[in-house]
């Protein structure tokens, strides 16, 4: 199934041809079969608006070591730098090109494509997306950016990273943490799930930093939030009806968002003393294709 029947928008597909998305490249001959070209590295430069910010010294570090063995097996893919004649900026692959640097190549093999701003970006979204490469804040900036900048609804940026519309909007409301607890988050100390429960809450600056010290999962997260919540003027009394109550729709609620991140999709479950109903809504009958074909196929999704 291609990346538009997947409902990737445009996707990678789309923009640069089904033969040239994916197409590794081993030795000389296969880089020209793939039309790939070889440039000297130090003619390559980064996308300042790259999605992604953190690239750790280990993963560099190893994927040198892979590259020195067996080289770069897939191209870098570039577009000629604005007003830099002879120059190339990359669209999607500043990873490889880091190792590439670090392994002491001269020579990269790379795809050259013309392509404005608005594609360069997401092309650049809907690779890390894809691969798990962006944490959820720089997930969120990226998708701000195709907002804030080319004027994409959350429905259009939706449709062009194959996520739901819930997905896009709840990651967006990451942005409204402060600083320092975004910090964390790019940093890997805390997931998505423990930046989620913070959302809103007027002393995220002290949670975060007591979750990060106690280490402590998701649900345990949620719960500290809910007791500090509880402790406020005006909260929840905190009895244990109201308190099993509470427990049980944030568990839904975030199984709802964990199915809707697997599947892309809406996501609803009533649960009603562990019989109930899970409604998965779908906007276009590529995306009804595709879910019949996941829960079909051996294994499951």
Request: contains cysteine.
């Amino acid at each position: 199934m291609s990346e538009r029947q997947r409902g990737l928008g445009r996707g990678l597909s789309a923009l640069l041809g089904e033969a040239a998305a994916e197409v590794p490249v081993a030795d000389q001959a296969a880089a020209a079969r793939a039309g790939a070209h070889e440039i000297a590295v130090e003619l390559i430069g980064r996308n300042p608006d790259q999605p992604r910010k953190i690239f750790t010294e280990a993963e560099v570090d190893e994927l040198a070591a892979s590259i020195r063995e067996k080289g770069v097996l897939q191209p870098i893919l570039v577009r000629p730098a604005p007003g830099e004649e002879g120059r190339y900026q990359i669209v999607a692959g500043e990873r490889r090109w880091r190792a590439a640097q670090k392994a002491g190549l001269r020579m990269v093999p790379v795809l050259i494509r013309d392509l404005d701003d608005i594609e360069v970006l997401e092309i650049a979204i809907v690779e890390n997306v894809q691969r798990s490469d962006l944490n959820a804040i720089e997930e969120a900036m990226a998708y701000r950016a195709l907002m804030d900048r080319f004027g994409r609804t959350q429905d259009a940026v939706a449709q062009v990273v194959g996520k739901s519309r819930s997905h896009v909007a709840n990651t967006l409301r990451l942005l409204a943490l402060p600083d320092v607890v975004q910090d964390h988050v790019l940093a890997g100390r805390l997931s998505a799930g423990h930046a989620r429960a913070l959302v809103s809450q007027p002393d995220a600056v002290a949670l975060a930093e007591q979750m990060i010290a106690g280490g402590v999962s998701v649900r345990q997260a949620e719960e500290m939030v809910r007791e500090q919540s509880a402790r406020r003027p005006g909260g929840s009394s905190g009895g244990r009806e109201g308190g099993r109550a509470g427990a049980g729709n944030a568990d839904i609620r975030a199984l709802e968002q964990d199915l809707g991140d697997v599947l892309g999709l809406d996501v609803l479950l009533k649960d009603r003393g562990g019989k109930g109903e899970l409604t998965i809504r779908y906007g276009t009958l590529e995306q009804l294709d595709d879910l019949c074909r996941r829960l079909m196929r051996p294994g499951g999704i």
